[in-house]
Structure formats: structure tokens, C-alpha cells
């Protein structure tokens, strides 16, 4: 059980493009869904706390207008990276949160977008 | 800065050994969690220790966390090639922040 997909695994896309990524959470209902950028090598840096029909919370020196964080529903979190420039290719990994709660997040298994 | 800083960052043993990860943090906390990543992959969750714990199992994997000295160590016995991947602590503290750290990249040589 708690499993969570993202769609597309790999994305890459020109200059200037708009890219969406799915997060779901497939056999649960997650109140709360994380939005996680990772560099090569590097750990994960938090963006955004999302929260089920409300606006998302971002973290400091994330831009929200270029990240838009879509929550719609209880099993998708949408992720659109708008006008995407090269040095936003990264890794880019959701979690679902059934109570809400850091301590118990289900991570999906990533999103790599290279933006040429 | 990061909460968490693993050491070391990259650890290259023999299958059949074991593979120990130190973790370091901080501020205080509620628990720290271990997870594996498997390369361009997703997260995997290992196992959970409480602030109030200072030792756990889990198969093969031993926690373990001292939180006078905030550091928490992850021991792997007799390692496999499977077991290749970066693990990485993450510690969750009162504000229900959970912050990562850098990793250890582990290869387990057949």
C-alpha cells in the first residue's frame, strides 16, 4: 500500500515550454503533498507544501509563479514548471501525506526534466 | 545550512561487509528517518527513530541515535550488491519540518 506515481518519469522540453508533472497517490487519500527539487548528487530541497484545496505553501526563494502547485483533489498534486530555462532541469520528486503530517511521507519516484 | 550532513559521503566496501553511515544534525528533534535511493530514482523509507529511542532493527539495518551528541548512525550487516544506492537521514523537528541531508553514496562490490 501508499503508493505514489509521477508522470512523466523523464521529460525534455525546449526553452521557453511549460512542463506539468502528476503526482498521485494511487491505493490512499493524501491530504498533503510535497513538491522536492534534487540537483545531481545532492540532497532534497523542499519547494512547496501543498495541501488539498488550497493554495500551496512555498519555500523561501521559490519562485510560485514559475513552480504553479495545482491540489485538486485528494490523489493529485500537479507540479507546472512554466517557461522551463536549462537551469531548471533537475529531479523533481513528490511525497503524499496521509495525516498531513512530515513524519510519514510516501515518495514517488521522480521526475527527471531536462530543459535544452 | 542542512540539518542533516551524512558521513561519509561515498563508502565502497566488499559484499558481505558491513556498511556503517553516521548522520549528524543540529537542532533538536522529534525523530530522524533513514532512506535509500536507488540511482535516478525514487525514495525509499528504511526506518524510523523517535527522539525518545536510542536504538533500532530492521532486518538487516540497525539504527541507532544519540541525541546528546545529535548524530544517529546506520549500520548495514553483511551487505549485497542490491544494497548499492545513497542513503540519506532526515530529521523531522517540532515545527514538522523534515529536512535531508546530503547522502552517502554506498557501492557494495560482488
Known amino acids: 500500500g501508499a503508493v505514489v506515481s509521477q508522470h512523466p518519469s523523464w521529460v525534455i522540453c525546449k526553452s521557453g515550454t511549460s512542463v506539468k508533472i502528476e503526482c498521485r497517490s494511487l491505493d490512499f487519500q493524501a491530504t498533503t503533498m510535497f513538491w522536492y527539487r534534487q540537483f545531481p548528487k545532492q540532497s532534497l530541497m523542499l519547494m512547496a507544501t501543498?495541501?488539498?484545496?488550497?493554495?500551496?505553501?512555498?519555500e523561501q526563494g521559490v519562485e510560485k509563479d514559475k513552480f504553479l502547485i495545482n491540489h485538486a483533489s485528494l490523489t493529485l498534486s500537479t507540479l507546472t514548471v512554466t517557461s522551463a530555462h536549462p537551469e531548471d532541469s533537475s529531479f523533481y520528486i513528490c511525497?503524499?501525506?496521509?495525516?498531513?503530517?512530515?513524519?510519514?511521507?510516501?515518495f514517488g519516484p521522480g521526475t527527471r526534466l531536462t530543459v535544452t | 545550512s542542512q540539518q542533516g550532513e551524512e558521513d561519509p559521503q561515498a563508502l565502497s566496501i566488499q559484499e558481505g561487509e558491513n556498511a556503517t553511515m553516521n548522520c549528524s544534525y543540529k537542532?533538536?528533534?522529534?525523530?530522524l528517518q533513514w532512506y535509500r535511493q536507488n540511482s535516478g530514482r525514487g525514495f525509499v523509507h528504511l526506518i524510523l527513530i523517535r527522539s525518545n529511542e536510542r536504538e533500532k532493527h530492521s532486518g538487516r539495518l540497525r539504527v541507532t541515535l544519540d541525541t546528546s551528541k545529535k548524530s544517529s548512525s546506520l549500520l548495514i550487516t553483511a551487505s549485497r550488491a542490491a544494497d548499492t544506492a545513497s542513503y540519506f537521514c532526515?530529521?523531522?523537528?517540532?515545527?514538522?519540518?523534515?529536512?535531508f541531508g546530503g547522502g552517502t553514496r554506498l557501492m557494495v562490490k560482488p
Open positions: 537542532t533538536s528533534i522529534n525523530n
Open positions: 511525497s503524499a501525506s496521509v495525516s498531513g503530517s512530515y513524519h510519514e511521507q510516501y
Open positions: 501543498s495541501n488539498e484545496g488550497s493554495k500551496a505553501t512555498y
Open positions: 532526515a530529521t523531522s523537528n517540532a515545527g514538522n519540518m523534515l529536512t
